[in-house]
Structures are given as C-alpha cells and as structure tokens.
C-alpha cells in the first residue's frame, strides 16, 4: 500500500498569512493526488485534483503543485472560512489511502 | 446538483451484521465509480471500499477484506456495504462518494452527510 505522509500535523496562521501544507507518498504517484478540506461535523470537499487543478467553485487562492512522491498544497492569504483540516488522498491505485490531515488554526 | 443520501448506519454489537445504501441522484450514477470512506470519532479520513461503474470490480482496505461487501445497482442508482464481522474498531462515520471518472482511481468529487456506525456491546 501507498503510505501518505502529511506536514505538518497542525499549524496556526492569522487571517491573510500564506499557508503550505505537503505530502509524500511512498512511492511515486506520478499526479494522481487530491486535496480535501473537512470542517467539523461536516462532510469532506474537494479542492484540488490531479495534484494541480482546481476543482470547480474552488477560490483560486488555493493551489496545488508536485509530482512523483512531494505534493504542496498552499493558499495564498488565508480567508476566516479556511479554517478547517486539509487531507491528502493519493488516487494512483489501491487503496486509495489518504494522509493523516493538517489542521488549520487560528493564531 | 449531485445527492448522495446515506441511511443504514445504527448500533450493533461486535460480530454483527448492517448494510449501507447510498441513493445517489443529479447525475449519471452509471458513469462513475464509487466508494466508501469512513471516519472514526475524532480520526482521520480511511477510504473503505471501491467499485467501477459495471460492478464487475471491487476494491478493498485490506482493513475490511472478507468482511464488507461493496456493490451497486445501477438500475436503482443506489450503493451498498454489507458489513459483516463487525469489530468496535469499525465504529466511524460512513461517507458515500462518487468518483470523478469511471475507474477508481480518481478523486473524490461529491460526498454524502455520513451515516453513523457504532459498534458495541
């Protein structure tokens, strides 16, 4: 299986900071990596896909970049509705494991 | 606009038996692959269990391997999981979620409100 590695676990920004979040598969994935952001009590959304496409309704301030095993998720001036936790999901074979999530905070 | 309703999830006791569906609606069902994705109580997200748009292929985490049971019918634009063998360690938060494309290798682009399992004595 295909470990996914997420950092950090946690960080805390103020509103408009740029936030960087990265993953690292275990092995190459080549682009087949999404990005998701969960709020509590809610369902996860789809932000990015194929590592670097947004996804539709998706803000532009939020980016995708990598390939092969190194993935960064970054967005540009954090907004008050960011905050939430961000996972990664590698969808190049089975299972599709995700990383273990990233929790935006508040500072 | 894309539905996916969950219903099925309860209280069972460990070596119990439940079966999800997931009525799907607002696009084509047949045209894409589904899965489930389950999150246990203040955890992170586990991708469960996959199937292709025929139904003719299924994915597992080896987590659940010989105990679910994923299936679709198309006809009824519904999802399953049969849940057999039922362990505490599988008390989470059930997702239904509709892939991108056909094949289950793509991201997860719609997702349902969850149906809770809890498994306890």
């Known amino acids: 299986d295909i470990q996914m590695t997420q950092s950090p676990s946690s960080v805390s920004a103020s509103v408009g900071d740029r936030v960087t979040i990265t993953c690292r598969a275990s092995?190459?994935?080549?682009?087949?990596l999404a990005w998701y952001q969960q709020k509590p009590g809610k369902a996860p959304k789809l932000l990015i896909y194929a590592a670097s496409s947004l996804h539709t309704g998706v803000p532009s301030r939020f980016s995708g970049s990598g390939s092969g095993t190194d993935f960064t998720l970054t967005i540009s001036s954090l907004q008050p509705e960011d905050f939430a936790t961000y996972y990664c999901?590698?969808?190049?074979?089975?299972?599709?494991?995700f990383g273990g999530g990233t929790k935006v905070e508040i500072k | 606009e894309v539905q996916l309703l969950e219903s099925g999830g309860g209280l069972v006791q460990p070596g119990g038996s439940l079966r999800l569906s997931c009525a799907a609606s607002?696009?084509?069902?047949?045209?894409?692959?589904m899965s489930w994705v389950r999150q246990a109580p203040g955890k992170g997200l586990e991708w469960v269990s996959g199937?292709?748009?025929?139904?003719?292929?299924?994915y597992y985490a080896d987590s659940v391997k010989g105990r679910f049971t994923i299936s679709r019918d198309n006809s009824r634009n519904t999802l399953y999981l049969q849940m057999n063998s039922l362990r505490a360690e599988d008390t989470a938060v059930y997702y239904c979620?509709?892939?991108?494309?056909?094949?289950?290798?793509?991201?997860?682009?719609?997702w349902g409100q969850g149906t809770l399992v809890t498994v306890t004595s």
């Open positions: 607002g696009f084509t069902f047949s045209s894409h692959a």
């Open positions: 999901q590698q969808a190049n074979s089975s299972p599709l494991t």
């Open positions: 979620a509709k892939g991108g494309l056909a094949i289950i290798t793509a991201a997860v682009d719609s």
């Open positions: 199937i292709i748009v025929s139904g003719g292929r299924t």
């Open positions: 092995q190459g994935i080549s682009s087949w």
